[in-house]
């Protein structure tokens, strides 16, 4: 029988095993991240029959979060089926449910869902948008009362934390780099703490449970809001498709990896792997690893670590040395007056460059004089 606490949360997560997990386990840290207790009970955990400490769980949250994936309401009228009575008991104590629709789910015809569950259509739900994951969190926050301020906490972080964090995540890769992976994870926690959407910090934690052989869950949780997170990095979304591959994840690898070469669709490099993995992909079905044999590939597990980290280093280098030969952009980041300021520079540079011989001296030192003081923004 499971056991839980008097913990009073603001939310409690409702899913199906088969579709659903890797969703619950990301929406839940999300919201932890902003400062909500989440309750998110594990069906590997479920004794049978329906928990009575669970009830007084559901009971106690104001707020029931009830994830629908492709199928998730089709057993429903078997009985002692746990999705059906944890919706049931939300109901009955009128509970602000938030139905969270993931692709390809539809509501069953009204004869097929149970009498105590069939108000459950009326609610109106989010769509989970994995591309747009900020917004999505940031909507399902204002769907719970009581819990708005939460959201002020997600995007509360100040410039100077951002720019803490960042250093806190570089400090946190040399430490994992040198195997002191305890100070690691802590500046990993800490810049969250400072930046709950650090990316880099949701990455590092990722190849730190892929290393040291975590459940393959809270792997695939780590570099699945990395992804989500920083939508626009092609680099990430590589490194998220060959994390899911290795963890039996192969629908959601192929879709990882389609979206990094759509960002970047001049790399050739995902564009032939992604012909190659195609070719496999569409004879196979997603099959999650267990730990067991995640544990038997442990070896294949720290090099995949090792390997995608020294990738995600280079791609941070390299941007940060072509950043390097652009000085003035970081000016006019600091300073708006310089965008204008520069553009006049341009301009007048440019009228200088294809007119100087048919200048006289006299205007060529004008033209010259002027863009030079706007370069220096005065």
Same mark, same amino acid.
């Given at each position: 029988?499971?056991?839980?606490?008097? #913990?009073?949360?603001?939310?409690?997560?409702?899913?199906?095993?088969?579709?659903?997990?890797?969703?619950?386990?990301?929406?839940?840290?999300?919201?932890?991240?902003?400062?909500?207790?989440?309750?998110?009970?594990?069906?590997?955990?479920?004794?049978?029959?329906?928990?009575?400490?669970?009830?007084?769980?559901?009971?106690?949250?104001?707020?029931?979060?009830?994830?629908?994936?492709?199928?998730?309401?089709?057993?429903?009228?078997?009985?002692?089926?746990?999705?059906?009575?944890?919706?049931?008991?939300?109901?009955?104590?009128?509970?602000?449910?938030?139905?969270?629709?993931?692709?390809?789910?539809?509501?069953?015809?009204?004869?097929?869902?149970?009498? #105590?569950?069939?108000?459950?259509?009326?609610?109106?739900?989010?769509?989970?948008?994995?591309?747009?994951?900020?917004?999505?969190?940031?909507?399902?926050?204002?769907?719970?009362?009581?819990?708005?301020?939460?959201?002020?906490?997600?995007?509360?972080?100040?410039?100077?934390?951002?720019?803490?964090?960042?250093?806190?995540?570089?400090?946190?890769?040399?430490?994992?780099?040198?195997?002191?992976?305890?100070?690691?994870?802590?500046?990993?926690?800490?810049?969250?703490?400072?930046?709950?959407?650090?990316?880099?910090?949701?990455?590092?934690?990722?190849?730190?449970?892929?290393?040291?052989?975590?459940?393959?869950?809270?792997?695939?949780?780590?570099?699945?809001?990395?992804?989500?997170?920083?939508?626009?990095?092609?680099?990430?979304?590589?490194?998220?498709?060959?994390?899911?591959?290795?963890?039996?994840?192969?629908?959601?690898?192929?879709?990882?990896?389609?979206?990094?070469?759509?960002?970047?669709?001049?790399?050739?490099?995902?564009?032939?792997?992604?012909?190659?993995?195609?070719?496999?992909?569409?004879?196979?079905?997603?099959?999650?690893?267990?730990?067991?044999?995640?544990?038997?590939?442990?070896?294949?597990?720290?090099?995949?670590?090792? #390997?995608?980290?020294?990738?995600?280093?280079?791609?941070?280098?390299?941007?940060?040395?072509?950043?390097?030969?652009?000085?003035?952009?970081?000016?006019?980041?600091?300073?708006?007056?310089?965008?204008?300021?520069?553009?006049?520079?341009?301009?007048?540079?440019?009228?200088?460059?294809?007119?100087?011989?048919?200048?006289?001296?006299?205007?060529?030192?004008?033209?010259?004089?002027?863009?030079?003081?706007?370069?220096?923004?005065?």
């Amino acid at each position: 029988m499971n056991t839980y606490d008097n #913990t009073v949360y603001d939310a409690f997560i409702s899913y199906r095993r088969d579709g659903g997990t890797e969703t619950a386990r990301s929406i839940k840290e999300s919201l932890e991240k902003r400062g909500l207790k989440v309750f998110l009970d594990f069906d590997e955990l479920k004794t049978g029959r329906f928990d009575e400490s669970l009830l007084r769980v559901i009971e106690h949250s104001p707020n029931f979060i009830v994830i629908l994936t492709k199928g998730a309401l089709d057993r429903c009228l078997i009985g002692g089926d746990w999705v059906t009575q944890e919706i049931a008991l939300a109901l009955k104590t009128k509970k602000n449910i938030v139905p969270i629709f993931k692709d390809g789910f539809t509501f069953p015809s009204p004869e097929s869902l149970p009498e #105590t569950i069939k108000d459950l259509p009326h609610y109106n739900g989010l769509k989970y948008d994995d591309n747009y994951y900020n917004a999505f969190i940031d909507e399902l926050v204002e769907r719970m009362p009581g819990c708005h301020a939460a959201k002020h906490l997600a995007i509360g972080a100040t410039r100077k934390d951002r720019q803490k964090a960042s250093q806190l995540t570089i400090l946190g890769k040399r430490m994992f780099r040198q195997g002191l992976i305890d100070d690691a994870i802590r500046c990993y926690n800490e810049a969250l703490a400072l930046d709950p959407d650090s990316s880099e910090a949701h990455l590092g934690l990722g190849f730190i449970a892929l290393a040291k052989l975590k459940s393959p869950g809270e792997i695939f949780t780590a570099f699945q809001t990395a992804a989500a997170l920083n939508t626009g990095s092609s680099g990430i979304k590589y490194i998220f498709s060959r994390v899911a591959g290795f963890l039996g994840y192969f629908k959601t690898s192929e879709a990882a990896l389609k979206d990094a070469l759509r960002i970047d669709p001049s790399n050739q490099s995902y564009r032939n792997e992604l012909l190659q993995f195609s070719r496999i992909a569409e004879h196979r079905t997603d099959q999650p690893i267990s730990f067991e044999d995640l544990s038997a590939k442990s070896g294949e597990a720290r090099t995949l670590a090792d #390997t995608l980290l020294t990738e995600e280093e280079d791609v941070i280098v390299n941007m940060r040395w072509w950043i390097s030969l652009l000085p003035p952009w970081r000016w006019i980041h600091q300073s708006p007056h310089l965008g204008p300021a520069l553009m006049a520079s341009g301009i007048f540079g440019i009228l200088l460059l294809f007119n100087w011989r048919s200048l006289d001296t006299l205007r060529a030192l004008q033209y010259l004089t002027i863009s030079s003081l706007c370069f220096l923004g005065l």
